[in-house]
């Protein structure tokens, strides 16, 4: 798996020119709002953002600037998983995710200090993972990725809870953003 395949499924999943009344976050184009667009100097009309572009911006914002090339290189299933929940979540959130998810399973500490969930990749996150995988190994790789899809699940509902509007998306986030 590379990230330009995981770019390239994200843009399949994500489709084409979407402004669906219900979206806070407005028009988009295979995935990319507006906002984001613009702020990574696309100056065109969405229904006109070239794919290659959004794959820009993806490799950029959700993939190198959140380090997950470092993460990439211990668990390839790991940095897929947090990219996705990036894109839709936006990167810190998906890293607080792993970061609360490694402080939870450290044991107490024994196995690694505690993390602070800065949404960040650090030395500190990379080194916990990297300790986390070494004692848990395959297996503990998976139940890593259960939990940050444990939190991820519980924030969609919470974001329909708090936003009706939002209830248009619930099913197809949990259908293709958990587990997939």
Avoid: C
Avoid at 125 to 147: I, Q
Wanted: glycine content about 10%; cysteine-free; charged content about 25%.
């Amino acid at each position: 798996m590379t990230v330009d395949t995981l770019i390239d499924e994200l843009i399949e999943r994500e489709g084409g020119y979407v402004h669906h009344p219900a979206d806070k976050g407005g028009p988009t184009k295979f995935g990319i709002t507006e906002a984001v667009a613009r702020a990574h100097g696309y100056t065109g009309v969405m229904t006109s953002l070239p794919r290659e572009e959004a794959a820009a911006i993806y490799r950029r914002l959700y993939w190198l600037r959140p380090r997950l090339d470092a993460v990439a290189e211990r668990s390839e299933r790991l940095a897929a998983e947090l990219f996705d929940t990036g894109v839709n979540m936006g990167p810190a959130v998906a890293l607080t995710f792993l970061q609360r998810t490694l402080t939870a399973l450290n044991r107490n500490g024994q196995d690694y200090p505690d993390l602070v969930p800065d949404g960040r990749i650090g030395p500190a996150t990379l080194a916990a993972l990297d300790a986390f995988l070494a004692s848990r190994g395959a297996k503990g790789e998976t139940v890593l990725l259960r939990a940050i899809e444990a939190l991820q699940g519980e924030r969609y509902l919470r974001l329909a809870e708090r936003r009706p509007a939002n209830e248009a998306f619930l099913y197809g986030w949990l259908a293709n953003r958990i587990g997939s």
